[in-house]
């Protein structure tokens, strides 16, 4: 599924249900050793599918620990992101001389339970957007989406910039008939090869009960 998002040369792997434990490095399984089994069982399985990805690189199995900001700490040379919610556990990574950043994030395709939050994760010129969108589309929770776009905006951004991104200071607009979003951020953006980037865009696909919201930049 996530290889429709993101094609080569980005490697993805993913999963619908969970690995043994076993699948972990020792590294890993301390990390989790007081979590409930279910966060043990999410924590194995998404990192098998890292290094699943990471296969496909050339790159030997390696514990995935997080580093700052709890991002993955990847192999040198590499850029990726990780992504798990109920029933689906994904990754995707790629060579840096390829691929600048990575944003990748999964959702259940279900409304936002709290208005509270919506408000919170949300600007107004996106709830805006809402009522034409759900008109046309009413298959599409937009608010889960947008939800879900941020958050692959900021694992897209944090890796550049090290620092965090609020949901309020990037704005996102969406075109259904491409699936696609672009996120026009309202903070100074990092400089990558000499230019500063003002937006990310990106894309989603809907299946299986699930949005999937991705975001590649690459090497110009």
Not at 68 to 92: D, E, K, L, S
Request: proline share 10%; with cysteine.
């Amino acid at each position: 599924m996530i290889d429709r998002l993101l094609p080569a040369p980005i490697a993805t792997a993913e999963a619908f249900h969970d690995d043994p434990l076993s699948a972990m490095f020792p590294e890993e399984r301390e990390l989790v050793a007081r979590a409930v089994p279910q966060r043990q069982k999410e924590f194995g399985t998404v990192r098998g599918c890292a290094r699943d990805a990471l296969a496909q690189l050339g790159i030997a199995p390696a514990p995935i620990l997080p580093g700052p900001g709890r991002a993955p700490r990847w192999p040198a040379g590499v850029v990726g992101a990780m992504t798990h919610c109920n029933g689906y556990r994904a990754a995707a990574v790629a060579r840096s001389t390829q691929m600048v950043t990575i944003g990748l994030d999964a959702e259940p395709n279900e409304p936002v339970a709290d208005p509270g939050v919506v408000d919170l994760v949300t600007r107004p010129e996106e709830r805006a957007q809402f009522p034409r969108l759900a008109a046309a589309h009413p298959e599409v929770c937009w608010d889960r989406l947008v939800f879900s776009a941020k958050e692959s905006v900021y694992k897209a951004w944090y890796p550049l910039t090290g620092r965090w991104l609020d949901f309020e200071e990037a704005s996102l607009t969406l075109d259904p008939a491409t699936a696609t979003f672009t996120a026009r951020l309202l903070v100074p953006g990092p400089v990558v090869a000499g230019t500063q980037l003002t937006e990310f865009t990106g894309r989603w696909l809907i299946d299986k009960g699930l949005v999937v919201t991705a975001i590649a930049v690459p090497v110009e």
